[in-house]
């Protein structure tokens, strides 16, 4: 009898090692992750962290909300690798109604251990933007094949129609949620939470990293049946890093910081003298502007031409008088701000693909930017030009520098800048010979704001 018994007990072990894990029904946790935005960093750090804190908690189920209208292909690679890695189950609920999981949303739909949509809402158009007429043919065939590839695997780890996923790529295929569930893209259609965990009680998921589907079985990691009796929620919010870094991941927020920044910078610096809070603020405004474009695709080409911007502003007030470099650098400025962001970039230079129509700067932003850009030089302008035609703060009266001595800054071949009494000045050679760099000037005549002056018998320093 004791023989019968311990066999009976060694049956019964075995048999548990076979069958799959059920997860208890009694205290048993779900956590629910939102994310309806735009696929960035910011959202692969929310994911990760999700994950994690929620594996800490002992919840036995994540539920992940999503409605997003795509985002960065190398940051959603990064959470599908989260998601396929994950130690617990992750269900990804295109919720609510309404509500779209295209592009990038599309891969991370197709990676969850189940998918899941609302009545309303649809899922596809997972072609990378900056194809097609933006991009030469072999640079489009190359990104979507490499697209289509990576959800391939995703498709084949988890059991979906393959087929009918590439087609979301390879011709910006959508579909519905009856549509997706009919094509075995998703697993079910729910209304809302509560229908989801009922409707995920008994379902088998595999747990453990690429756990693929062969004949209808499962292999590779560990198994696992859902059941989702007496489960009770609770949701895993942002922390408030996370939500200022994804406020700051606001193409129009991280304009509007970097024009703030540049217009203090030159007042601080060409307004005189001490007045310490617009540089302040202005490095303030620059240094939130760059962790803003650390969480974007920023394109080189816009932020090349902010960047001429600055410069040809900082020649403007310089060598004041001559219009052209500002008018030029307002054009540029607004400019940046309309290409800093998005997929207009050369190929070899472009970011990450991105299906994000919305992450463009606003154009009314950049019209207003532009309007106090121009108001804030034609102010500075203004003032030096007042300054030096009156003489009041210190400025020299320009009648009174005929027979100044002073040196050239800036090499005249005729034209360029000298500086006389304790200022630079646009001036142009009499005799229209080069005078370079360091040689002593004499002024002959005053045109305006620009110098006649000639090559001087005189040493500046024998002036001082």
Known sequence: MRHIVALLFVIVGFGGLMLPNVLSAESSLVAILEIDEPILPVTSRFLVRGIEKADEEGAQLIIVTLDTPGGMLDVTRDI??????????????????????????????????????????????????????DLPPTIESKTRQDAAAELRSISEIRGRNTQVLETTVMEAMAYSSSEALEKNIIDIVANNIEDLIRKLDGITVCIGGECRVRDGNLEGGELFTINTLNMETFEIRKTVLEKFLGFLANPTVAYLLLALGVIGIFIEFFMGAGLIMPGFAGVICLALSFVAMNQLPVNWVGGGLILIAIILFYLELNIPGSSIFGVTGVIAFALGGLFLFGDFGLPGFATEPIETPGLRVNPFAVIGVTVVTAGTLFFVLKSILGAQRSGTTGRTLSDDLVGQVGVVKVILDPEGVVHVAGEDWSAVSDSEDIIYEGNDVMVSSVDGLKLNVFKSPVRSEDVL
């Open 80 to 133: 599908v690798t989260s998601i396929i890695e994950s130690p617990i189950p992750v269900v990804v609920y295109v919720y609510p109604n309404g509500s779209h999981a295209a592009s990038a949303g599309t891969f991370i739909a197709a990676s969850a251990h189940v998918a899941a949509m609302a009545p309303v809402s649809n899922i596809g158009a997972a072609s990378p933007v900056g194809l097609g007429k």
